[in-house]
């Protein structure tokens, strides 16, 4: 090829070479033209800085956010009930008689048979672990013996933690008390022969055996003082705190005027599947005589939120509250086709509504999602 033919042919590869470029960019203009890609990167930078979406809100649940006076107490279902049962510990030997459910018994008096023979209640903190008789070591299970018999009037000693001469004579007295005769009057305390709990008097609540059994445990007992219990909201648990005062309505509508005397935030694993407790309050009586003719019944609280002002502010349903970290909260408010998430501040919380003191753009006549 010739000077003159290569200069020719470069040329035109020149030429060939802009004309695909020029269909390039003009192919790439009209695409732009068509998808307006910045709009695209703009509603994607929107995005990023917002924390809306797009759903299809008339699936969704909502009420209104209104503004007002927040009611000045709070009203809870509750229940009468005495603390949670603990079982006896299994018998020893065949038992041949049983308690009856809902009996109540005091200390020395019979909580089931074996072998023939009454099993009474004892009580105390720590299990009887061993034999008890004259010439053992010293140890605090002889001083909870000692006051056992001491309460009855068989022990006419000083209680303390040393078994002697007087603890012996007890024993034989309280064994003889039992219509044990001959041998079986030893002073000498077997652990097997009496029925044992933190406190006394008990309640039977269930009978665990039948005649006949072994190795089992006879019942479930609880004490005998009764209290109320009521589950809350987590907002609630939020709100209250042990010492606020509360008011209780009895079956018979008297009331009752005491305090909130533990506020459980729950949370805490029952061991059932991975389920937790639920948030609650407890109301003590002091005074049974309140409350004992009642037995286990429903009733109501009434707790007044001292905090309450007369000042007008926002109130949302409790059910459209969102928890988040600490005891922070947020709401999902609908507007238009979006859902935006906006956190606030709670006041009080009473009955299904909870005051809103931070709003952050919330504002009355907004529509928040609710459970």
């Known amino acids: 090829m010739t000077r003159t033919e290569a200069r020719r042919f470069s040329k035109r590869r020149r030429i060939i070479t802009i004309i695909i470029v020029l269909i390039a960019v003009i192919g790439l203009t009209a695409t732009c033209v068509i998808t307006r890609p910045w709009t695209l990167i703009g509603h994607m930078t929107a995005g990023s800085q917002s924390s809306s979406q797009n759903i299809d809100v008339t699936t969704l649940r909502a009420q209104p956010v209104t503004k007002g006076v927040l009611n000045a107490e709070t009203r809870l279902g509750a229940t009468l009930q005495y603390d949670d049962a603990s079982d006896f510990a299994a018998a020893t030997g065949i038992i041949t008689q049983l308690p009856v459910a809902g009996k109540q018994i005091n200390t020395g008096e019979q909580v089931y048979e074996m072998d023939g023979v009454p099993v009474p209640l004892f009580h ?5 672990w061993r034999t008890i008789e004259v010439g053992i070591a010293d140890g605090p299970d002889v001083t909870q013996l000692e006051q056992n018999l001491k309460e009855l009037g068989f022990y006419t000693g000083e209680v303390g ?3 002697n001469w ?3 004579e007890a024993i034989k007295q309280w064994q003889r008390s039992l219509g044990l005769t001959g041998d079986a009057v030893n002073g000498v305390f077997n652990p097997g022969s009496v029925a044992l ?6 309640r039977i609540k269930t009978v665990n055996a039948k005649l006949g059994d072994t190795n089992v445990s ?8 009764l209290h109320a219990q009521s589950t809350i909201t987590a907002t609630q648990a939020a709100t209250f705190k ?5 008011q209780v309505i009895l079956p018979d509508n008297t009331t009752v005027d005491t305090t909130l005397a533990t506020v459980d935030q729950g949370g805490q694993s029952t061991g059932k599947d991975g389920q937790v407790t ?7 009586f002091p005074d049974q005589t309140q409350v004992a003719q009642f037995g286990p019944a429903a009733i109501q609280v009434i707790v007044p939120n001292a905090a309450a002002a007369n000042t007008e502010t926002l109130i949302v349903p409790v059910t459209a509250l969102i928890a988040g970290a600490g005891n922070s909260y947020a709401v999902e408010v609908i507007r238009g086709n979006e859902i935006k998430r906006i956190t606030v501040g709670i006041g009080l919380v009473a009955g299904a509504q909870a005051q809103i003191t931070k709003a952050n753009g919330l504002k009355e006549g907004d529509k928040v999602v609710v459970s």
């Not at 105390?124 to 009887?128: Q, T």
């Not at 709990?197 to 008990?202: E, F, T, V």
């Open 166 to 168: 007087l603890t012996r």
């Open 278 to 284: 639920s948030p609650s309050v407890r109301i003590d």
């Open 161 to 163: 933690p040393h078994a």
């Open 197 to 202: 709990s933190a406190s006394a008097p008990i």
């Open 242 to 246: 042990a010492g606020d005062k509360a």
């Open 218 to 225: 006879p019942a479930s007992y609880t004490g005998v003082t």
């Open 124 to 128: 105390g903190e720590r299990p009887f």
